[in-house]
């Protein structure tokens, strides 16, 4: 299983309107299917930040849902929306989880 996780750093006199667009792109791609969380970094050095992990079975499954975001129309006006709203470029990891959270 792999996790991809992007990091997200709101300018502060925009994090409440970045929350607000996160929160509805991650329970709509939830709906879709697609086992994602978003987390809010509240205190700490790199705060305001978000963080979306979503979880892979594969790397094929990962290129693959990369290809269609690519491609979707919707993700490219979300991404556009989002940028002007950031302090600083977003932070993009690919993880292999070597031992999953249990359920």
Known sequence: MFM???SIYPD???????RSILLERA???QGAGIRLALTELVAGSHAPQFTVSTLFDNLA???AQRKQD???G???KFAGKLASMIRKPTAFDIMEV???MPS
């Open 70 to 72: 690519q491609m979707d």
């Open 98 to 100: 070597l031992v999953p």
């Open 61 to 63: 499954a990962f290129e």
């Open 74 to 76: 919707d993700f490219q």
């Open 12 to 18: 502060p006199e925009k994090l409440g309107d970045v």
């Open 27 to 29: 329970k709509a791609r």
């Open 4 to 6: 991809q996780r992007i």
